[in-house]
């Protein structure tokens, strides 16, 4: 029977993969054992994916991205070129850490953007429609919509559901809202988080 995903003949997918259809793995990309990955992603070139990772649907990773176990990508998740993420804390070559114990998650929900160069430290989570300026160092969780730059990263700002940065205003109710200039989506910020309305 013929795959219903497209492999580069330069590329190596292990045993125990699961790849469902429509997904693009691109030249000298290695997909490790245990993985699961849904359906019309994107892996680029020089793509390294960890053992047992989970990648949702539509998720776009860029060139020279390595995304180790413990890390879980959810739909629409977009990598951008060689950002990284790490899966240990306080690494050693002396006294290796392997196995899952030693790794902490990172869950990197729905439509999150990590721009080009961002560093994702481990045992975070990014926040759905989040968006993760380039050569951004995450340490902490980001929240949903949150805009974040900065070594160590900063929340500057808040971006709607389709990438465009959102301008908040004071209703007659006292309460910060804000209307996408774009697409007319509405949101009402509340404790420091924005949500949809």
């Known amino acids: 029977m013929e795959k219903e995903y497209f492999v580069h003949e330069s590329a190596y997918v292990d045993d125990n993969v699961e790849i469902?259809?429509?997904t693009k793995i691109w030249h000298f990309s290695h997909v490790q054992g245990g993985t699961?990955?849904?359906?019309?992603?994107?892996?680029?070139?020089?793509?390294?994916?960890?053992?047992?990772?989970?990648i949702g649907n539509n998720v776009k990773i860029q060139n020279n991205v390595s995304v180790?176990?413990?890390?879980?990508?959810?739909?629409?998740?977009?990598?951008?070129?060689?950002?990284?993420?790490?899966?240990?804390?306080?690494?050693?070559?002396?006294?290796?850490?392997?196995?899952?114990?030693f790794y902490l998650k990172t869950?990197?929900?729905k439509s999150?953007?990590?721009?080009?160069?961002?560093t994702i430290v481990c045992g975070n989570t990014i926040g759905k429609y989040a968006f993760v300026g380039a050569g951004t160092v995450v340490i902490k969780d980001i929240p949903d919509y949150g805009m974040v730059v900065g070594t160590p990263a900063r929340l500057i700002g808040w971006m709607c559901a389709c990438g465009t940065k959102l301008s908040l205003t004071t209703d007659p109710n006292s309460e910060e809202i804000a209307i996408c200039s774009e697409c007319g989506r509405e949101y009402k910020k509340k404790n420091n988080h924005i949500k949809q309305i």
């Not at 994107?42 to 994916?49: E, P």
């Open 68 to 101: 180790y176990e413990g890390v879980e990508l959810e739909d629409f998740v977009f990598c951008g070129p060689s950002m990284v993420f790490t899966n240990i804390m306080n690494p050693r070559s002396e006294f290796p850490q392997r196995g899952s114990e």
């Open 36 to 54: 699961k990955i849904g359906k019309n992603c994107s892996l680029g070139q020089n793509v390294n994916i960890g053992n047992n990772v989970i």
């Open 112 to 118: 999150a953007s990590l721009g080009a160069n961002s």
């Open 107 to 109: 869950l990197i929900k």
């Open 20 to 22: 469902d259809k429509g």
